[in-house]
T-cell receptor, first 108, second 112 residues
Framework: GIQVEQSPPDLILQEGANSTLRCNFS?????LQWFHQNPWGQLINLFY???GTKQNGRLSATTVATERYSLLYISSSQTTDSGVYFC??????????FGAGTQVVVTP | SAVISQKPSRDICQRGTSLTIQCQVD?????MFWYRQQPGQSLTLIAT?????????ESGFVIDKFPISRPNLTFSTLTVSNMSPEDSSIYLC?????????FGPGTRLLVL
């Protein structure tokens, strides 16, 4: 099946810093999504981005489908950005395959 | 968008017992998905529940251990049977939107 690899596995940021999270996938995909899981476990969709670039406030994402990677940018990080960021792709069976996640801790 | 609720939000259970988790969606959906998230791990799909047919289970998950019901287009239940400490996880219900996947708040299960 399709492999989804995320890096780095862990990230500690000081409030106000910028960061980039990466997601590599092993095969062509029709669908790529970024999720944020807050410390209470709630999973929220951030972006649906099979290709191109999107921005939402301090977050933006870019997917280069031909090179099989996606990047999530966090700018001017805040403590509320803490949590786990997951990349997920839809495989050929229509099922969502998740990466291992990046654990982000933003310190005051 | 879809709003998903789950009950219970958390529970502590004794090994050998069973727990049924409920998932309610605020709109009619064809497919509902159940995921497991073990401590510190990513999400793993348990099964896909279609209304009016048997659930489809992923490799490593069986109906005897995780029976699923889907009585209508807005509701589903997942039962975790004959629990062991290894079943301690967050269980999440999910539905597919136009372009995104929506998740319930999860059920945190601790098996002692």
């Amino acid at each position: 099946g399709i492999q989804v690899e995320q890096s780095p596995p862990d990230l500690i940021l000081q409030e106000g810093a910028n960061s980039t999270l990466r997601c590599n996938f092993s095969d062509s995909v029709n669908n790529l999504q970024w999720f944020h899981q807050n410390p209470w476990g709630q999973l929220i969709n951030l972006f649906y981005i099979p290709s191109g670039t999107k921005q939402n406030g301090r977050l933006s994402a870019t997917t280069v489908a031909t090179e099989r990677y996606s990047l999530l940018y966090i700018s001017s990080s805040q403590t509320t950005d803490s949590g786990v960021y997951f990349c997920a792709v839809t495989d050929s069976w229509g099922k969502l395959q998740f990466g291992a996640g990046t654990q982000v801790v933003v310190t005051p | 968008s879809a709003v998903i609720s789950q009950k219970p939000s958390r529970d502590i259970c004794q090994r050998g017992t069973s727990l049924t988790i409920q998932c309610q969606v605020d709109s009619q959906v064809t497919m509902m998905f159940w995921y497991r998230q073990q401590p510190g791990q990513s999400l793993t799909l348990i099964a896909t529940a279609n209304q009016g047919s048997e659930a489809t289970y992923e490799s490593g998950f069986v109906i005897d251990k995780f029976p699923i019901s889907r009585p209508n287009l807005t509701f589903s239940t997942l039962t975790v049977s004959n629990m062991s400490p290894e079943d301690s996880s967050i269980y999440l219900c999910s539905v597919t939107g136009k372009e995104t996947q929506y998740f319930g708040p999860g059920t945190r299960l601790l098996v002692l």
